[in-house]
Structure formats: structure tokens, C-alpha cells
């Protein structure tokens, strides 16, 4: 029986020999016995990742109303079915229904990220089981099993490889590496980073090109897929700040309102003899005045519309508190390959002994120009330019392909499509060059030699052999390097040189080399690639940054829209990727993040304890060949220093750290569904300057909801104190028989509540973006939801609006008039102090006084048109008379509402201005 702990203890499998591997592991290149594997798959279990307990529907339902907001907004309901007023019972109860469906749809999203991670997992494997080859499923495979490899084929679970030919395997989706990496049998130092280990095959991983055989040394959750699974699941998604503002506010409406109610009913008995009954009605109608059921809907509904408006710039939230979350962010970390680049590699330089040419354009779209010394240039003119690109499509394997809408697709290695491409840049047609000049043999490339050659027939009925590869194996095998005029003797110093400068730039090095062979030859040999050849250049190849993501960088220097735009907006930009550190600094300086000079490498962060990464992560803004871990850590440290993180990410790797950011962003066209599961929002055009257009909407968002609250509890503090005020004062109808009755009723308390107040309030969540959005740094992530500023002004107009809904309902007792027509004439100045108060609200601190202000928005218009049709129905309909006890107003006593309500919105601009002066000092 095999030491299950021996093997499962046994971490860094990437150091040690294949030969101590199959000791370790009890098993040889001839694999298992049938025996053998029986009882490992017992030992060891199915090689399949584990499912966590799920929470059943019931039970995700119920929880989205564990919220105090909803606690309050309950309280409420119950409160009015109490009243029997069952038509704003049901109302109420049906705001918390539709935020619990929600959420309970939201949520269910969420949950299928683990489901994505298991299905990247191979079913079916090919081993060698009694020595013989047979296909089994993958969930079958345990240690010590011997898997053999092809192109094709996807990795079942963590390898330790034993042989290998010209084995190369996408670990892109697992390490961000924007190739395949070349894989060999070598055990490697212990400290390795993941993107580096050559002699290991990991689960989930594609195989490119060549074969090998290794041997299973880890499966289920010990492979590094099932690390990242388990750390996803143990990941916990962070509240976000308006959630905990929220919170806090809710306990503390809470408290306050059950303070107040309490208060009111002791003095309504002890102080002014009102009977019990009579002041349990008036604590009810205070705690229904007070509570603000509205508020809820408004901020799902607000939230809503901040999703469409993302939507139509092809930003798609997953979760609702995401889209306000991203108006406080304060640092972006951004995966490299495939968000600020496109992970289609591309060849920027080509140097030929006479010069320096440089490509532009990005990705596999044939698109660019060639210039030299600054200059365009006409490729066509200059001679061993065109040969090398001539030369680089016969020797090729790769295809390019239109494949609708301006989208071109490649077939083959990443690094022969970009040769390609520069051909078809240079007007070279793939087809026409290999028919002009045939291909007679290949040598195919492997990961020992570093390069592949190709015997083609010349146009002129000559017979070549180009060579294409690392430099330093092409160099060796050059004698002379081809100049405008003739083939001069190969100067080794010079192209050293010149490849270390392209290489320093964070470009890949390739070399290309021709040389005659004999006529009639058919097929090359190895000692026919051993010397002899003349080197026609050397390509600098990279994965470049995008256009839009540079100018989205770049708004932070110039005019642009994008990386310079989070930097005015307060956001500092970060670039975490698995890929070279040469290569990240290089795009990260055309980017604009960081120095262009500092970068952490995986190894780096290592040696660094928690501490000291919370120390050090916000000063460095570039890292380099990091892990799943590395970035879980990072993101950790920077939410330690208090910054609101978005983490943006396309593959599995990424998928732990963007479900601990404060807004996981996932890629859309390009990304995994494991890291569009682990996300808050999806970016549908894979765009980085998508995520400021984001940043913008969550913050006009955030503007729009603060709005909001501060329209409307003034609403709810002005009906509360006229309570308040009404037992303070006694102002109120006592009848003969003692009973007492408030100036509002807790039935007219509701129709204000939520009618008037959430027709009005939605209005606002229409409003479009500030001027100066962009141009203010992120507010503190401990911002109070509710401010000093925000309360005096809810007090302020709470006070205005007392003062005329009393100062009427006294006005037409004196007069003679009835209860009923007096609370009319109350409810009515409520509800015209609050539409000019509208007017004010559509700026926190800016002035109204303008005709912007007063028309420019059209929500706000439709809404006051909707509230005067529904309050003139209140007002006049027989029903509601009925209903609400009320009596038709005549029209000296509109226009005495109506002037109280433009005193209410000149004062209200007042204090404003006051504001204004105050802060700008003067």
C-alpha cells in the first residue's frame, strides 16, 4: 500500500528528478497495474473537485431580507396591515419582494463559479495502465498514473514530465502567459514561480504542439486548478461601502424612531392627559411618518438604471451594490495579457544589418505602417526587408484568416501569427508567396534545437533553406549577414548588441537565415542546418498594449480618455501578470503606470510577510510573474490600507482575486467563466477605458442616491415633526368625547410616503453625470451616507415644511373650516413644498436659479406632471375623499400653497449660496 501522506505532503514536485518522483510515488514509466490503481482510487478518491455545501433556494431567498433597511421597511408594512390599510401594506410588502428577487437572481449567478473551474477539468485521459495504452476518464486518474500527451489535448491533472518532444502547452488561462511555453523533463529550484517550472504539466492547461509522457503527482484539490478552486471558495465576497453605510443608517433610523415614538407616547399621556389609545395611534403615525419606505426602491431603482446606462457602454453588472462600489474605487489592478494588451502578439521592430525598422499596428489585423528613422517608408523598396518577410512566411506554420466584421483570427502559434501578419502588412499574400515558391520539406521546430527550417523551391528555380528561431541559435549556425548589396561576414558583437536593446523594450527575439542548397535536393538533413547559412534580420516581437487601454492610461498626461482619466479621477492604476518582468515594465511605461523601472517579481512577494506587503503594495505599481496567491495577496494588502479595489482579470487564475476585490472585472470576449463567474461586472468589449466610463456611471450613481436621501427625508422629518409638534403644542382636534385627533393622519402619512415622495424622489435617479465627476478624487470608503451637512439640511427643510403645513391647517380652523379640509390643506403644502424642493435637489450644493435647473430635466418634469394629477385626484375624487378624509381645496388656498412652495425653494437656494461662500472662503 502506497504512503498516501508521503504523497499528498509533498508540495514542490517541480524540484525534484523524475527518477525520485517514481520512487516517491511507488510507480515507472510503465504506469500502474489495474490492481494498483483500484486501490489508490480508493485511497486517494476520484480526481474531481470538491462541492461545497450550497445553501437551497429557500434558504438564499430568505436571507436577502436579512437587512435592517428591510427590517425597518417590514416594520412598516406590518404597521399599516395593523391600520387595515391593506393597499399600502401590499405596496410596501411588494418593494421588499422584488429587492429579495433580485439579490436571490443575482446571487444564483454568482454560485455557478465554482461550476465553471470543475469543467475545465479533462474528461478523458490517456494512460498506460499494465503497460499498455488505454483511455479512461479523468475523474479516474490518481498518483502515480502515466499519462501520455498530444497536441490537443487538455492536461487532466498536475504532471510530472519524464519525456518530452518539442512539448508546448498554454498555461495562459493558469499563469497569464501570453505563449506557450516550451516544456522539458528538468527539475527546476524549489522557489520557482509557476509561469517557470519546465518539467511540470498542470490540470486544465492545453497542449499546443509536440507529445510526452508524465507522470500524476497530484489530483482533485491538490493539483494548482484545485488550489485556486479552494481558495475561491474559502474567498469571502467584501460588503460594499454603501451596503455598510446602509447598515449603519438603518440601526440608527432604527433606534432613533422607536426613541421618538416612545418619548411622544409618554409625553402625550403624562404631560398633556391624552388618552392611551389616542397616543398609540400617534406613536404609530410618528414611526409610519419616520421611516422612510421609499428609500429601498428608490436605491434598487437607481441602482438599475446605473446598470443600463453601463450596459450602453458595454459594461454588464453581475450584482446591484457593484455599480455604486465602483464610483469609491481608488485603485485598479489589471491583469496584462488580454486587458491592457490583447493577447495577440505582434512584431513592433525588425533590424536588418542596415537598419532599424519599426511596425505599428496591434493584434493579427494586417493593418500598419512601417517606418524608419521616424519616417514612413514603402517596405516594397527595400530589398532584405522584403526577403525577411518573405522568408519568415514560407518558414511558417501559421494561418490568418478574416473572420467577419474587421475580426482576424489565427490558426497556429502565436508568434508565427504575428510574422504573418507583418508580411500581409508589408502586401505579401500567404497564398501566392508558398505557390510562387513551394515547400519541398520541414523541419519542424522543437524545444532542444529552438528553431525550424523548410526547404522551398525559389522562384528563380533555385533551391533555400531558411531557418527560423532563438537568435542565439540561429547566430551560431550564420557565417555572413546580408547587406543591400552582398552577403558580408557575420558580425556576432553587433547583432548581440542589437538584440539585447530590442529585447529591453520587453520584445521577444526571433532570427531568420537562409542559405542555397543543392538542386534536386528533397529533404533536409540535420548536418544540413549545422552552418553555412547568412542572416537576413532579427524581429522584435510583443503582446502589445491596446489603444484604447493606452489612451484610457493615458488621460492621466494629455487628453485622452482612459488610464489618465482614473488618475485625474484620484484612481491609481496597477498591472499584475504572470508574465517576464522586462515585458511588464515595458508595457506598463506606454501605459503610464508606474516609473517604467520598478517592479515586485512572484518571488519578490514571497519573502515579504503580510506586513510588509501593506507597507509596499501602494508604492509599487508593477508586478511581475505572479501566482493566483500573489494576487489574492495583493489585493488584501491594498483593502488593508483602506483603498476600494477593482481587479480586473480574464483567466482561471484571476478568479479568487476577483471575487475578494471590492469590484471583480472580468473580460467578456476573451475571459474565462470562471473569471466571469467570480465577477461583479462583466466588460463586453474587453476594453480597460470601458472600466472609467464605469467609474464615472458609479459615481453619478452614488451622486443620484445621495439625492435622493436628502429629498426625502425631509419629507419623512417634516411629517414626523409635524407630529411631534402637534402633541407638543396640543395642535390637533380634540371631539366631544375626548378623543384626540393629529393634524395627518397615519393613512395620509402613507399616501405622502409613497405616492408623492417615491414619484418624486425616482426623478432623480435620472440625473445625469456632474461636470466635475472626473476631476474629484474617490470619497473616503467610511464616508457617512449621512453627513453633518445632510442632516442640517434635512433639518432645515423638515422645520420649513412644519412650519407651513401647521402654519395652513391652523390658518383654516381660524377660518371656520373642518378637520378634513384643514389636514387637505396640510397634505397639499407638504406636498408642493417638496416639488420645488426638487428643483433644489437636482444639485447638492450648485444653484438651481438657472433654467437648467428649472426644466433641463425631463424625468423631473413627467414626474411632477404624474404627482399633480395624482394629488388633484386625492384631493377632488369622491373615492379618495373617502378613503383619505379628505375635502376640495378652493383656489385662494392653491395659491397659498403655491407661494409657500417657491419660499421653500428661494430659501433652500439660499442656503445654498451661503454654503457656497463658505467653503470657497469668502
Known sequence: MVDKSKIT??????????????????????????????????????????????????????????????????VAAVVTALLQEWVDSIVIFGVTIVNALIGFIQEGKAEKSLDSIRSMLAPKAVVLRDGKRTTIEAQNLIPGDV???????????????????????????????????SKNTYEVDEDTTLGDRSGMAYSGTLVTYGQARGVVVATAELTQIGRISSMLSQVDSLTTPLLRQVAKFGHMLTIAILLLAGLTFFFGIVIRDYGPSDMFLAAVGLAVAAIPEGLPAIMTITLAIGVQRMA?????????????????????????????TKNEMTVQSIRTIDNLYQVSGAGYSPEGEFTHEGSKIDPKEHTVLMEMLKSSLLCNEALIHDSGEGQWKLDGAPTEGALVTVAMKAGLAHDQVNKENPRLNIMPFSSEKKFMATLNRSGNDETIII???????????????????????????????????????????????????????????????????????????????????????????????SVKECRSAGIRVKMITGDHVL????????????????????QDLEKKSDEELEKVTPKIDVFARTSPEHKLRLVKALQAGKHIVAMTGDGVNDAPALKRADVGVAMGRSGTEAAKEASDMVLADDNFASIANAVEEGRTVYDNLKKAILFILPTNGGQALVVITSILMGIGLVDATGQFSLPISPPQILWINMVTAVSLALAL??????????????????EELVSGFLLWRVTFVSILMVIGALGHYKLVLADGGSQNLASTSAINTLVMAQVFYLFSSRYIYESSLNLQGIIGSRPVLISISVLAVLQLSFTYLPPMQFLFQTEALDLWAWVKILIFGMAVFFLVELEKSLFRRKNSGG
Not at 151 to 177: C, H, M, W, Y
Not at 315 to 335: F, K, M, N, Q, Y
Not at 596 to 602: C, E, I, N, R, Y
Open 147 to 181: 499519462v501520455v500527451l498530444k497536441p490537443g489535448d487538455k492536461v487532466p491533472a498536475d504532471l510530472r514530465l519524464f519525456e518530452t518532444s518539442d512539448l508546448q502547452i498554454n498555461e495562459s488561462a493558469l499563469t497569464g502567459e501570453s505563449v506557450p511555453v
Open 583 to 602: 515585458t511588464a515594465l515595458s508595457i506598463a511605461e506606454k501605459l503610464g503606470i508606474g516609473d517604467g523601472k520598478t517592479a515586485l517579481t512572484g
Open 765 to 782: 435617479a435620472f440625473e445625469p453625470s456632474e461636470a466635475n465627476v472626473m476631476r474629484r478624487p474617490p470619497r473616503p470608503s467610511d
Open 312 to 340: 450602453r457602454r458595454n459594461a454588464i453588472i453581475r450584482r446591484l451594490p457593484a455599480v455604486e462600489t465602483l464610483g469609491s474605487v481608488t485603485i485598479i489592478c489589471s491583469d496584462k495579457t488580454g486587458t491592457l
Open 9 to 74: 505532503q509533498k508540495k514542490k514536485w517541480h524540484g525534484v528528478p523524475a527518477e525520485e518522483a517514481f520512487e516517491i510515488l511507488e510507480s515507472s514509466s510503465e504506469g500502474l497495474t489495474s490492481d494498483q490503481a483500484r486501490e489508490r482510487l480508493a485511497e486517494f478518491g476520484p480526481n474531481t473537485l470538491a462541492q461545497s455545501e450550497k445553501r437551497g433556494p429557500l434558504m438564499r431567498f430568505l436571507l436577502q431580507f436579512h437587512n435592517v433597511l428591510i427590517y425597518v421597511l417590514l
Open 467 to 561: 531557418l527560423k528561431g532563438a537568435p542565439e541559435r540561429v547566430l551560431e549556425r550564420c557565417s555572413h549577414q546580408r547587406h543591400l548589396q552582398e552577403d558580408r561576414a557575420i558580425e556576432q558583437e553587433f547583432w548581440k548588441e542589437q538584440g539585447e536593446d530590442i529585447a529591453s523594450k520587453g520584445q521577444r527575439l526571433l532570427a531568420v537565415a537562409v542559405k542555397k542548397a543543392d538542386q534536386g535536393r528533397k529533404e533536409i538533413k540535420d548536418s544540413d542546418v549545422e552552418q553555412g547559412f547568412t542572416l537576413l534580420g532579427l524581429f522584435g516581437i510583443i503582446d502589445p498594449p491596446r489603444e484604447e487601454a493606452i489612451e484610457a492610461a493615458a488621460k492621466l498626461i494629455g487628453d485622452c480618455v
